[in-house]
Every structure is written in C-alpha cells, then in structure tokens.
C-alpha cells in the first residue's frame, strides 16, 4: 500500500544503494511499487538500475529540479501513501512500516518524516518550526555563523522540544518523506519553481493551511549522507539554495520580507568576500580562497535567482 518514489541525477551508486535498503520492506509487501525518476543523468544510473533492478519504474525525464520529478513519481503510482526519497537514502529494515503505522495512528498527518542518521551513525537533526520572517538572517548565514546560538536558531530547530516519542512538528527534513495521497491531492504536491530547497518546506507549510500536520517519526531510522547526491558546483549550490530561501519568504511573508531577504543575502556574500579576500592576502590557503572569492563575486555580481539547468 506504499509506492516509493526516488529522485536519481547521476549518483548511480547511491541510488543502488537506496533501491537495494528497499528490500525488506518490498519483500514483506510494505512497499508494492518503486519508481525512480531519473534526472537526464548521464552515469549509465538508468542501465545500472534496469539491470539490477528489473521490476522497477524508471521515469526518464531532463532535470526538471526535486519536487517536479518527486510529481512525475506521484503521478506514476496509485497507492494511498507516497515515500518520496533522496537517492542518498539507506532505510533500516523496519523503517517502513514505523512510518505507516505512525500515519495510520494519525489520521490529520499529511506527512511523516524519520530520525536521519549520518553514516557514522550520529543523529542528523530533521525537525523545525517554521521559519519567522527573521529566521533566515540568523540561519545558515554569515551572521548565523557568527552567533550561531542564537534565539532563532534555536526556535528553528526546536532546541526548547525534547527529541522523544512521536511528535507534530511543523516541518521535516525532506531526504524521506512519507506522503498521503489525499492530501497530495487536496493541496497540490512540490511547487516546482522550487528547484532543490526549501520545497518541503513550502509543501508542509500548504500542508498545514488546509488542515494537514506533519509527523515526526524518531522510531523510524533513515541513513542520509547529507549533500552526497548534491555535491559539485558549490556555486549553483549556493545560488539554489539561496533562492529556495527567497522564494520561501515571499510565499509566507510577502515581496517585501523577499525582498528584504535578498539584500541581507547579498550583505553576507560581501563580507564573505572581504573575508575571503583578506586571508587571500596574507597567503592562507591561497587556492582555497580563490575559489571563494570567484564564487562570492559571482553571487554579488548576479545576485540570487532561479538558474537552475
């Protein structure tokens, strides 16, 4: 009764990886039909996966950005829950079926997201209130890094909530989501102008607006080697990233909070640069630092929009 849907876009090893941690929950009938959207990768990925995985759906499509080909997923399968996953995703065992039972013990949940865990076995932290119209100033930012206990950090990531037990939270960490289909179908499913961040965001925050809550599931455990299916090019990184913020704020708080948004932004990438520029001159890292300096004058030059091919 769950169709399980992955993103691929040249990550041929971590999406065998995903596919393969599948398997107990396929073979105990928790998981009846698998598709993977694959990106326009150019890694043999869709070979690897035909000839490994037969009985999987591959969706060939050219890199529309994750919630577009998370869609084209939903749209592939018929079950009444949707498990949408990053390729770098490895679920243990009984992963699954914590998930469901969690969702079918709360019928207004919309979602439902696991405990990441890095590789090495840490907690990778998942569960945020929703971002003020000043949290992302503070978060992920040159200021965040100077003062990063600050007070709305620490309500963004729910420092002031014990980790225990089954909990609504206002959002999740979208490498695994659990999705019910009728609230996909109520609400809409990922706003594809959202390329990569902030989509799970914006979903659980129309979510909530229609009377939909989102679950946290400490139970359910998910290994997520964070950044691995998006590593490369840290400046399209940084430029998506950035404009998945943007786009987050005008969506809940307006153009002016966006706009307010994109200056601050801009702001941190010239004080990086003077930063970067200033090592650079007393000869730390040298190659290092060009390369930052490349990037932050890129940033500032072309500012924060939605390039994304």
């Not at 577009?68 to 749209?75: D, F, H, T």
């Not at 499913?189 to 902030?198: A, I």
Request: proline share 5%.
């Amino acid at each position: 009764d769950i169709a399980a849907v992955i993103v691929n876009h040249n990550v041929r090893d971590l999406v065998l990886g995903c596919l393969t941690s599948l398997g107990p929950a396929r073979a105990a009938g928790d998981i009846t039909s698998v598709v993977v959207v694959d990106s326009g990768s150019s890694d043999d990925s869709v070979a690897a996966i035909q000839a490994q995985f037969p009985e999987v759906t591959v969706v060939a499509t050219a890199n529309l950005g994750y919630g577009a080909a998370v869609n084209l997923g939903i749209a592939a399968t018929v079950e009444p829950l949707v498990l949408a996953l990053n390729p770098d995703t490895e679920l243990h065992p009984d992963a699954v079926v914590r998930l469901r039972t969690a969702m079918c013990q709360h019928p207004y949940a919309g979602i439902a997201g696991p405990r990441l865990l890095y590789p090495d076995g840490a907690e990778q932290p998942s569960r945020r209130r929703f971002p003020t119209r000043l949290t992302p100033l503070f978060e992920s930012t040159t200021l965040g890094r100077a003062w990063p206990d600050n007070p709305w950090a620490r309500r963004f990531y729910l420092h002031d909530v014990e980790a225990h037990g089954v909990q609504y939270v206002d959002w999740v960490v979208g490498a695994c989501l659990l999705l019910r289909r009728s609230a996909v179908d109520q609400c809409g499913g990922f706003d594809p102008e959202f390329f990569l961040y902030s989509e799970e965001v914006e979903l659980s925050y129309r979510f909530r607006k229609h009377g939909w809550r989102t679950l946290w599931v400490p139970d359910a455990l998910v290994v997520h080697h964070e950044g691995a299916s998006s590593s490369g090019d840290s400046l399209k990184r940084q430029r998506r990233f950035d404009y998945g913020r943007v786009l987050l704020a005008e969506r809940m708080y307006g153009k002016r909070t966006a706009s307010g948004l994109r200056v601050t932004l801009r702001a941190g990438y010239a004080a990086e640069l003077l930063l970067e520029t200033l090592k650079w001159l007393v000869g730390h890292r040298r190659g290092l630092r060009q390369e930052r300096i490349a990037k932050y004058s890129t940033l500032l030059r072309h500012g924060i929009r939605g390039e994304l091919a």
